[in-house]
Nanobody, 127 residues
Framework: QVQLVESGGGLVQAGASLRLSCAANERSFSMDNMAWFRQAPGKEREFLVGIRTGGGNPNYADSVKGRFTISRDNAKNTVYLQMNTLKPEDTAVYYC????????????????????RGQGTQVTVSS
């Protein structure tokens, strides 16, 4: 059973940066398509960014494009989300998700297509 554990969340002021990590407990992590989502109180879960195993450019949501950057270190079985210029509206629980089988770019934005999901890490941005 693959487990994903997010870390790096916290309370920061607007304009600050945070880097979230998502560590997987599997050797074949490099074969996983990975994504980050978030959910704010009272709102639907929102896709942020996805990165496929085959390479290519990451797929970013417009709301975070230019501020957030996804990267992965397959040697450490970890995917990262670098978040810059944080805003109060970025306050949410952030989740990572993994899918082993092939996925088309358009489907990466759907939470239900992922096989494994983390428990989330809270990010709070004060104004």
């Amino acid at each position: 059973q693959v487990q994903l554990v997010e870390s790096g969340g916290g309370l920061v002021q607007a304009g600050a940066s945070l880097r979230l990590s998502c560590a997987a407990n599997e050797r074949s992590f490099s074969m996983d398509n990975m994504a980050w989502f978030r959910q704010a109180p009272g709102k639907e879960r929102e896709f942020l960014v996805g990165i496929r195993t085959g390479g290519g450019n990451p797929n970013y949501a417009d709301s975070v494009k230019g501020r957030f950057t996804i990267s992965r270190d397959n040697a450490k079985n970890t995917v990262y989300l670098q978040m810059n210029t944080l805003k109060p509206e970025d306050t949410a629980v952030y989740y990572c998700a993994a899918r082993r089988s092939r996925i088309v770019l358009s489907a990466m934005r759907r939470w239900e297509v992922y096989d494994y999901r983390g428990q989330g890490t809270q990010v709070t941005v004060s104004s």
